[in-house]
């Protein structure tokens, strides 16, 4: 099975992606994903891969995890939600042991989108959420956006408490991708209770970084969107 899945994962990449996907991802030298490689290959077909090779050993998952390309490090992680989300508690308590131990390999916010809510989330939801505050103070960029995007399972289950902390430890972060995950799990608690989200932005908002701001207020009404750009609220 590994074997015809490597034959397959060739077989699959178009190379007249692969610039265009070294752009979008900013693979270039001092950018966030500098050194990735890409073989070309879209997220439907990654998608029918994680059906079709399910039953993949831990073992060779975590291979795909250690790949120098971007996509089987997607097929990697997609994999272990596929398995988490279908496991026993067991099962799942593994998963995310060994997901906190590749987050070096779980380095794109893409692969931190689609698999830490589902993962790191979902398993900590009526735990102690004290690793996400660890990993929040973490100097990886990736560890910290793993944190942020996990309280996003919080956030759907209207416990704002932890995602509020979370973006209070990271409102003065450096990097750009991390104004944009807080400003959007901001918005997303916005959705569901616009009071907290406000409630947290008139105490923060002249101090966020213009591109949080501007992820957070994206849904409201403009008028009200602009009072809080012009420092008005």
């Not at 993962?119 to 990993?135: K, M, Q, S």
């Not at 501007?214 to 969107?225: M, Q, T």
């Amino acid at each position: 099975m590994w074997r015809e899945l490597q034959r397959e994962l060739g077989a699959l990449g178009k190379a007249e992606d692969v610039s265009a996907l070294q752009r979008f991802f900013k693979t270039g030298p001092g950018k966030y994903g500098e050194g990735d490689r890409f073989r070309g290959i879209k997220m439907p077909a990654i998608r029918q891969l994680v059906r079709r090779y399910k039953e993949l050993s831990e073992e060779e998952i975590e291979d795909l995890l250690r790949s120098h390309y971007h996509e089987d490090r997607m097929l990697g992680v997609l994999l272990w939600v596929h398995r988490f989300e279908r496991g026993d508690e067991e099962t799942r308590a593994f998963l995310y042991e060994r997901y906190l131990a590749f987050t070096e390999r779980i380095n794109g916010w893409d692969l931190v989108d689609l698999s830490a809510p589902h993962i790191v989330g979902v398993f900590l939801l009526d735990r102690d959420h004290a690793p996400l505050f660890e990993l929040a103070r973490s100097s990886s960029l990736w560890e910290r956006r793993i944190a942020m995007l996990a309280s996003f399972t919080m956030i759907r289950a209207l416990r704002f408490e932890t995602p509020l902390v979370l973006a209070k430890m990271l409102l003065h972060d450096e990097h750009d991708l991390m104004h944009k995950a807080v400003g959007w799990m901001l918005r997303e608690i916005g959705k569901r209770d616009l009071g907290v989200m406000e409630g947290f932005l008139k105490k923060h908002y002249k101090k966020m970084p213009r591109t949080m701001l501007r992820y957070a207020i994206e849904k409201l009404e403009e008028s009200r969107r602009q009072a809080y750009l012009k420092g008005t609220v």
